[in-house]
């Protein structure tokens, strides 16, 4: 067994982890002093509030205004006094990153462009399902990414750091604001914002410290209490940390698969040089709760005449036998300066055909938000051309 192969030794984690530091989030404390509350742990949150001298009993409170009713205003904290309200806002916040810009798709989908504190910017998309009153939050985990997947307009953005826990977590707040869908206690009404996508701009698992933090404050069943079965993590494939993200997120797992060949994945999607198909395929094999009900989603972006072919198809379907999976097959969203073309109408059915044929759904993914670069792969910024530095200590 190779070293990928194996479980994640604290070598490895700790490589990837001191590569993932050197594109770190600013801190998150404001110019005036004050730190943001959103982003702790319950832990780090009743630390916090005991060296201001508040009980112990006043962090469930407050995780409860912040996380659940989505209040930003200590003044609105009913259940507080008045005499604690002022403290906490004398040493505290409760952030959102800042709207830049939102445009909307004939489609109903939504791209939002956020603008973090240090003048960093990502993309958020709201993507609505198509035959229910709910959606899909597509969350950024990096501003920029590392992996220069040749079909991606992201991957032609530089990293420029990651964003922080407070900045994932927040980009979901940010759009229950947009949405008006933080509970009153007698609102019952159906939430548009229905489940999260980590497969916006970024490698979520080359930032899987602050992706794991955001998403169990996420999870936490009294604040937005979002059920893990909602939550899908998709990665092009970091095969040392899949195992770890199993094992501590449980999370739903969406694989960037694209081809079946190494050499051709090579050029595709590079990480593949480092993690190549068959190790790739075993971390799925290995991956805790995959069943008929929690289905691991290869995700396989139709190219024309790139990877296509009815021998790729049958290739794709020996690769994952056995496995408890689906096959979202998506024609390409084109991207100024791409060089590739989407498959055509016939290439696209025969290849779903021969998958489907071997018990495999294969959905054809309907392009959203194309009209305003929304799409699957079409994220990008013109953030990374402003420098982040960090401040001098």
Not at 10 to 30: S, T
Not at 166 to 192: K, N, Y
Not at 269 to 282: C, D, F, G, Q, S
Not at 376 to 381: A, F, K, M, P, V
Request: with cysteine.
């Amino acid at each position: 067994m190779s070293q990928s192969d194996a479980q994640l030794t604290d070598a490895e984690r700790d490589r990837i982890l001191a590569k993932a530091a050197l594109f770190a989030p600013p801190e998150p404390v404001l110019a005036d002093g004050r730190r943001d509350l959103v982003g702790l742990s319950r832990a780090e949150l009743a630390a916090e509030l005991a060296a201001i001298g508040a009980p112990a009993f006043r962090a469930r409170q407050i995780w409860h205004w912040v996380y659940h009713r989505g209040e930003t205003d200590f003044a609105r904290f009913t259940t507080i006094a008045r005499p604690m309200q002022e403290r906490l806002a004398e040493r505290f916040v409760i952030g959102r990153p800042d709207v830049a810009a939102m445009q909307q798709s004939a489609d109903g989908t939504r791209k939002y462009l956020f603008r973090f504190r240090d003048g960093q910017e990502a993309e958020t998309v709201y993507i609505p399902d198509r035959d229910e009153p709910r959606g899909a939050a597509c969350l950024s985990s990096q501003i920029g990414c590392t992996l220069s997947c040749r079909f991606c307009h992201t991957g032609t953005q530089r990293l420029a750091r990651n964003l922080g826990t407070a900045e994932i977590v927040g980009q979901f707040m940010a759009l229950r604001d947009a949405f008006g869908e933080w509970p009153s206690p007698h609102d019952d009404t159906p939430r548009l914002l229905s489940n999260i996508v980590l497969m916006g701009m970024g490698e979520p698992l080359y930032n899987y410290e602050n992706v794991a933090r955001a998403m169990a404050i996420v999870m936490d069943n009294e604040g937005i209490a979002l059920s893990r079965r909602r939550i899908t993590l998709s990665t092009s494939g970091v095969v040392p940390m899949m195992d770890r993200a199993g094992a501590e997120l449980g999370v739903n797992l969406a694989v960037s698969l694209h081809a079946v060949r190494d050499d051709l994945r090579d050029e595709l999607v590079p990480l593949n040089r480092k993690y190549p198909i068959a190790e790739l395929i075993a971390a799925c094999r290995r991956y805790p709760g995959a069943s008929n009900a929690r289905r691991i989603t290869f995700e396989y972006v139709m190219l024309r005449g790139i990877n296509d072919s009815a021998a790729e198809a049958h290739e794709l379907v020996r690769l994952i036998a056995g496995i408890p999976a689906k096959v979202n097959l998506i024609p390409f969203n084109p991207w100024p300066g791409s060089t590739y073309a989407p498959s055509t109408a016939t290439a696209l059915r025969r290849f779903a055909e021969i998958v489907m044929n071997a018990g495999f759904a294969a959905p054809v993914r309907t392009p959203r938000g194309r009209d305003i670069l929304a799409a699957c792969g079409q994220l990008r910024t013109e953030a990374a051309r402003r420098p982040h530095r960090r401040p001098a200590a």
